[in-house]
């Protein structure tokens, strides 16, 4: 028996002199913390919980649909030891070093800043690891990717 079954049946209004089965009195006691209230009122309550569900699963799906709208690429880096930056500059915090030649990262949009071999076009990285990459060290063919849309400032 539980410790509330135990608890109803001392407190419970059955006199000592009737002797009550404890299944007895666990089927008054759940009786009677039962609602009495008709399910037909919590039908709204339900529906109502449906939305809230749906809805918070269409907000947390957004950004995923919305990056999935954007045009992106993936392209191998063209040499070993390629920093990802913070910002577009060479003086930027370093974010991630990629070691292996031909480590591919997917680009989301570029940019021209600081020119490094001659190449001022420096690309959004959103994997491995956010940041900026020059275009120098990506074996993109030319400069900017063709159908990539540049950043926003």
Excluded at 18 to 38: F, N
Excluded at 52 to 58: H, K, M, R, Y
Excluded at 111 to 135: C, E, K, L, M, N
């Amino acid at each position: 028996m539980t410790d509330s079954v135990r608890k109803a049946l001392r407190t419970s209004d059955v006199s000592s002199e009737t002797s009550v089965s404890p299944h007895a009195a666990r089927t008054r006691w759940l009786s009677s913390t039962r609602m009495t209230t008709s399910p037909s009122r919590f039908r709204p309550l339900s529906v109502l919980l449906a939305i809230g569900i749906a809805v918070t699963v269409l907000i947390l799906a957004a950004p995923t649909a919305i990056a999935a709208g954007k045009p992106t690429r993936s392209y191998p880096t063209n040499s070993g030891h390629v920093r990802i930056f913070q910002a577009p500059q060479t003086h930027a915090r370093t974010v991630r070093v990629l070691t292996p030649r031909r480590t591919k990262v997917t680009l989301g949009c570029y940019t021209q800043a600081q020119a490094v071999h001659g190449d001022r076009i420096w690309y959004r990285v959103t994997a491995p690891t956010a940041g900026y990459i020059s275009g120098a060290y990506l074996a993109t063919g030319h400069d900017p990717v063709g159908g990539l849309p540049h950043c926003p400032r």
